[in-house]
């Protein structure tokens, strides 16, 4: 019945569209506040930015349901408000915001996720010094993260993403007494920003092209046709269109941010941050970003795709993407570090939603990404609250049995495992999982990205199980007794656990609510949506695929209590490929050769060229003046000074020669005057008689 | 000396003379009032030449030649007068009239 219902755009803008703003500035205001107030006011801290980012949950509440009330009354909702920030002749920068579909989504989930680590981060930092400090940061965070959400102009996107990776930065080097901690925030930001860069051109690029920085402008933004078809005749080089091109840069950024290889890099290392930060920043929502900033160009993206429905840059992604997610996958394998773990599987995760993206479109690729943020955040909460438990121990091995002495951590914490793993039907990485399955099953290009993600499935599978099995089963081998966490950290575990199973009936292909939803289109609830060609064979492969992780990892390390000395199963049986794996790939080490050789070899070359070359010339120059100022002292002294001294001196000699005349003696006068006048008399008399 | 030449000339040599003698005595002598004397001597000198010339010139009825003189002869009165009262000061404050020795204002 509501297929008679045309999605027309809608016009005009409501008031939650105006004051859309209120949503990241509100927690911007109270990381503000939080940051001038004293450090012992800890429970002033952390109820401001509970406050403050619960606010901001009931605004994102109420413009979703302003979404969705349009949605079901057939229309596609995009509304914006749009301001001229600086004006230079005639070109300006405009900033904005857009509420759509895909912002409003968004919106829910950082605020709801980010309100419930707010609230775990009460429980879990309770004995940190710097609590206030802390609240103020992750006020902050949420603040800017939020402004990436809802920005309409590329331009204040950038801005607000710089200082998601500013407050990220903050946050991992939170114990900066560390000097693991100081090194991880540094290496986060630097390698963020190699994307960065690349990102900053596309959109200055992109800006130049368009001449504008909006996305949606009634027309006249970047991501709408007239802009799109300019881009697309462009030309740049190797035959890409300039939209291409663009694409590309933008998703080097995106890369960056979102950890895919190769810029996976820092992610792991992001793990010497308080825990709830891993689970909100590197885990939920800042990684995320990379994949909602490709969502949120799509268009562009997708501009001039040919009849297979792809583009370069979208084949880029796609592969990126699916690389990213077995190799990542693998190295989790070889993990100890039950946040280390969860990091490689969050990149491999992205990977997924950057596949799904390239091959399946937005609501794909997105839908993934908000089922991830639930459970990799539960997860994530989860290890806090295990490493919590196990006064502080990260090591897997020295974990173990903790089923039966954290309860509420042990279920939620499988809950998300399962979810992660893809555990059929009931879990929600399942349907999302499967949503970029089948896209990569119908990727016109390469059945490549199909295989290499199933098989990440399996290894999803193995590697969780393998966790699991170290952590909750057999016996406890950590020191003194492991304890269960307190109220303010298992109440939201149980909440997102609750979540991570409840978000897969938005995306069942019988109703495909979340991707009709994103495209504004009708949807209904029909179980003839599973009987789409290859769709049940497609599941049924991937419900094999993950009870086949599942129980060979349960078959390898399932209620074993290996001592932490003991070498691990896999070591023992292949002890080459383990290193490597458990080595990370040798990816740092790679980077440590290559990059940063060459980074040090450049400025000792610069530096030798700054003492050699450039102070040589400058020593040069200085010798040249010193002997010049040399020479001109001795001139000085010797032709100037002595051809003055000696006409001094003559003056001085002829004036005393003179002066003995003036000898104030009256009669030498006179007598001086008689001779004169005998003088004279005797010309005159000569003179006369001549 | 030639009796024909006009009897000018003899007092003409004269007073060359007296005015040699007096500008010897003013150029040579170290004391103040002899020296003063000198100069009296010269002034005479050129009083007997204004005398000498009135008498024997064109133009004897005039009387000229006399004003001149007795002028004269009362500026020199007045300038000795203020010449030794000066001499008279000096005398009494550096107990010496020697000329070499007045030099309290040489720079």
Redesign the interface.
């Known amino acids: 019945m509501q297929e008679t219902i045309s999605f027309a755009p809608q016009l005009g803008q409501s008031t939650i569209a105006q004051w859309l703003w209120l949503i990241p500035a509100v927690p911007i205001l109270a990381s503000g506040v939080i940051a001038v107030s004293k450090q012992p006011r800890r429970k002033t801290a952390s109820a401001l930015a509970i406050g403050s980012l619960g606010f901001s949950l009931l605004l994102a509440l109420i413009a979703f349901a302003h979404v969705l009330s349009g949605w079901m009354n057939g229309e596609a909702v995009r509304e914006t408000a749009n301001f001229t920030w600086i004006q230079v002749g005639t070109s300006h920068v405009d900033l904005g915001w857009v509420l759509d579909p895909l912002s409003a989504v968004m919106l829910v989930m950082v605020t709801f996720v980010g309100l419930l680590i707010f609230i775990y981060s009460t429980g879990y930092m309770a004995h940190d010094e710097n609590y206030t400090r802390f609240f103020c940061f992750l006020s902050l965070f949420a603040g800017a993260m939020l402004g990436v959400v809802i920005a309409n102009s590329i331009l204040l996107l950038f801005m607000c993403w710089e200082l998601v990776g500013l407050t990220s930065y903050l946050l991992i080097g939170f114990w900066y007494q560390k000097p693991s901690a100081a090194a991880a925030a540094k290496k986060a930001f630097l390698t963020t920003r190699v994307g960065d860069v690349f990102f900053l051109l596309g959109i200055v690029w992109l800006f130049g092209q368009t001449g504008t920085l909006l996305f949606y402008n009634g027309g006249a933004g970047s991501m709408e046709s007239h802009a799109l078809l300019g881009l697309l005749l462009e030309r740049s080089a190797f035959g890409l269109s300039a939209a291409g091109a663009i694409g590309l840069l933008i998703f080097a950024g995106a890369a960056g941010k979102s950890g895919q290889f190769p810029l996976h890099v820092w992610l792991p290392d992001a793990m010497e941050g308080p825990t709830p930060v891993s689970a909100l920043i590197h885990a939920a929502t800042m990684v995320a970003a990379g994949v909602y900033l490709i969502a949120r160009v799509y268009p562009l993206m997708q501009a001039g795709a040919l009849a297979g429905g792809t583009t370069t840059a979208l084949t880029v992604v796609t592969w990126v993407g699916a690389f990213t997610a077995v190799f990542a996958a693998l190295i989790a394998v070889a993990q100890n570090d039950i946040k280390r773990i969860l990091a490689y599987s969050t990149v491999s995760q992205l990977g997924y939603m950057m596949a799904g993206l390239g091959m399946g479109g937005v609501a794909v690729g997105m839908f993934h990404l908000i089922t991830h943020a639930f459970f990799k955040a539960l997860l994530f909460m989860g290890a806090g609250s295990v490493i919590h438990g196990c006064h502080e121990e990260q090591d897997i091995r020295r974990m173990g049995g903790l089923k039966s002495t954290m309860r509420v951590t042990f279920l939620t914490y499988s809950t998300g495992m399962l979810a992660l793993c893809g555990f059929p039907l009931l879990f929600s990485g399942f349907w999302s999982k499967d949503g970029i399955l089948e896209a990569a099953q119908h990727f016109s290009l390469s059945k490549g990205p199909f295989y290499m993600l199933v098989f990440g499935a399996l290894l999803t599978a193995f590697y969780m199980t393998r966790q699991m099995s170290y952590v909750f089963f057999g016996n406890y081998r950590g020191h003194g007794h492991a304890h269960e966490s307190p109220k303010s950290m298992t109440m939201p575990l149980a909440i997102l656990a609750f979540f991570a199973i409840a978000l897969g009936a938005i995306g069942t292909p019988a109703w495909p609510w979340f991707r009709a939803f994103l495209e504004s289109k009708a949807v209904s609830f029909e179980w003839s949506g599973f009987s789409e060609p290859g769709l049940m064979a497609l599941m049924g492969t991937s419900t094999v695929v993950v009870l086949l992780g599942l129980s060979l990892g349960w078959w390898l390390y399932g209620n074993r209590s290996p001592r932490a000395d003991e070498p691990d199963v896999l070591e023992a049986a292949a002890p080459l490929p383990w290193k490597w794996l458990s080595d990370r790939l040798y990816v740092d080490e790679f980077y440590g050769l290559t990059v940063i050789a060459f980074y040090s070899w450049w400025a000792r070359v610069a530096d030798w060229f700054d003492r050699r070359v450039w102070g040589g010339i400058v020593a040069a120059v200085a010798w040249v003046f010193s002997w010049w100022a040399q020479l001109n002292r001795f001139l000085d002294a010797n032709v100037v000074d002595g051809s003055f001294d000696k006409g001094c001196e003559e003056l001085s000699t002829g004036g005393g020669l003179l002066s003995r005349v003036q000898s104030g003696r009256v009669q030498t006068y006179l007598r001086l005057l008689a001779l004169a006048v005998i003088v004279l008399a005797a010309i005159l008399i000569w003179s006369s008689r001549a | 000396m030639n009796p024909s030449v006009n009897p000018l000339t003899g007092y003409l040599l004269v007073a060359a003379l007296l005015f040699a003698i007096g500008?010897a005595g003013?150029?040579?002598r170290r004391n103040a009032i002899l020296?003063l004397i000198g100069i009296e001597l010269m002034l005479n000198a050129a009083n007997l030449n204004l005398i000498a010339f009135w008498r024997y010139g064109p133009h004897p009825e005039a009387l000229t030649g006399m004003m001149f003189a007795i002028f004269s002869i009362a500026v020199a009165a007045a300038e000795a007068a203020v010449g030794l009262g000066l001499v008279i000061q000096i005398h009494r404050h550096a107990k010496t009239t020697d000329?070499?020795a007045m030099?309290r204002?040489?720079?």
Request: net charge neutral; glycine share 10%; no cysteine.
């Open positions: 500008l003013a150029l040579t020296v000329l070499d030099n204002m040489k720079g």
